[in-house]
């Protein structure tokens, strides 16, 4: 652990190191993976849901690889689990169902059909795509994390999911 820190600075307090390279290269493989992952920011338009489960299959293996690489103590450790928690999650619990809502509705715009083979019977797609938003919200902020962690820049279209940097909101 002495060999990776890099500086100590005072009057507060504080130290920067270097992570290991085999655990920084674990992190750079799955975000580049998460790169390619259209199920996390993909248009809602053109999800198709058996596509984004598989997609979320794919992600959750990838963490469990990237937490077997990851060494045992490293930073970045929860964060990669987290991501694997949320898309177990999203695949295990039923997406929201709206009850209180649809129950009340009278905007006939709740009442169109979903085009067939977008969605599975029975499945309100305001309670997929709710789902699906709150499982790249989450994913996002662990990237944004990540990438802070280990000094690597997000690419592509994942940039759409991190968290809105303070300025950009102004």
């Known amino acids: 652990m002495l060999k990776r820190i890099t500086g100590f600075s005072t009057p507060v307090f504080g130290v920067s190191w270097n992570p290991p390279a085999s655990d920084r290269d674990a992190v750079r493989k799955l975000l580049a993976f998460l790169e390619d992952s259209r199920a996390l920011f993909n248009p809602y338009s053109a999800e198709v849901e058996d596509h984004v ?11 469990v690889t990237a937490v077997g690489t990851l060494g045992e103590n490293a930073p970045g450790m929860e964060n990669v689990r987290a991501i694997g928690a949320a898309c177990r999650r999203f695949l295990d619990e039923p997406y929201p169902t ?40 989450f994913v996002g902020l662990q990237i944004a994390m990540l990438s802070s962690l280990y000094d690597i820049d997000i690419h592509g279209d994942l940039v759409r999911i991190l968290p809105p940097v303070l300025e950009d909101l102004r």
């Open 53 to 63: 489960i598989a997609s979320i299959h794919a992600i959750r293996r990838e963490c």
């Open 98 to 137: 709206f009850d209180d809502i649809m129950d009340r509705r009278r905007d006939p715009y709740f009442e169109r059909d979903e085009s067939s083979g977008r969605l599975r019977q029975g499945t309100h797609p305001a309670a997929f795509f709710t789902a699906l938003g709150e499982l790249r919200a």
